[in-house]
T-cell receptor, first 115, second 113 residues
Framework: ETGVTQTPRHLVMGMTNKKSLKCEQH?????MYWYKQSAKKPLELMFV???????ENNSVPSRFSPECPNSSHLFLHLHTLQPEDSALYLC??????????????FGPGTRLLVL | KNEVEQSPQNLTAQEGEFITINCSYS?????LHWLQQHPGGGIVSLFM???GKKKHGRLIATINIQEKHSSLHITASHPRDSAVYIC???????????????FGKGTKLSVKP
């Protein structure tokens, strides 16, 4: 039990669909992260939220839209995705973002397939 | 060239063997992490290092800051150790990206019974 949960675990969607990924952390952390993991590539940081404010957006296309309504929840809204967006999407949290000495705790991921 | 390089990319071992996975990086860092990812996808943090050596059970992680190199060792390996092991560094370059991790591509370990 990592304390970070993600739903759904698997998602198949068409290119015209709109869906959302949900992440919830039960650790009292102040920072939350979205990562993308594609086959044979390193994890790519997509977004970082610290104290519910977006502090990093790593040149992610606008078809991915994050939302952080409170420090325990993080969403990734998806619309008009492309097949190359198929990947494992991982959420993580840490106590803070700026200390430089934080361990990140990862959720189980959502495996997304875009048809 | 990635800022974090791992070797080998794939490793197959027999149960009981001593295993070493290497990580080299090219940026100044404030910390280095070793992570374990099982086939289901979930990632677990194994170690966070900024100097020296840490041990947890059969796992040992070392780091040489001058050489910008870290190793993860597994003693008396077991099939349940089969996973992808990922090295990640936290860059020391300025406050803006201080919280972000830079990841290697991972080493896929398979331990045969």
């Amino acid at each position: 039990e990592t304390g970070v949960t993600q739903t759904p675990r698997h998602l198949v969607m068409g290119m015209t669909n709109k869906k959302s990924l949900k992440c919830e952390q039960h650790l009292g952390h102040n920072a939350m992260y979205w990562y993308k993991q594609s086959a044979k590539k390193p994890l790519e940081l997509m977004f970082v939220y610290s104290l519910e404010e977006r502090v990093e957006n790593n040149s992610v296309p606008s078809r991915f839209s994050p939302e952080c309504p409170n420090s325990s929840h993080l969403f990734l809204h998806l619309h008009t995705l492309q097949p190359e967006d198929s990947a494992l999407y991982l959420c993580a949290s840490s106590q803070s973002w700026t200390s430089g000495q934080e361990t990140q705790y990862f959720g189980p991921g959502t495996r997304l397939l875009v048809l | 060239k990635n800022e974090v390089e791992q070797s080998p990319q794939n490793l197959t071992a027999q149960e009981g063997e001593f295993i070493t996975i290497n990580c080299s990086y090219s940026v100044g860092i404030s910390a280095l992490h070793w992570l374990q990812q099982h086939p289901g996808g979930g990632i677990v943090s194994l170690f966070m290092l900024s100097s020296g050596k840490k041990k947890h059970g059969r796992l040992i992680a070392t780091i040489n800051i001058q050489e910008k190199h870290s190793s993860l060792h597994i003693t008396a390996s077991h099939p349940r150790d089969s996973a992808v092991y990922i090295c990640a560094v936290r860059s020391a370059r300025g406050r803006r990206s201080q919280g972000n991790l830079i990841f290697g591509k991972g080493t896929k370990l398979s331990v045969k019974p």
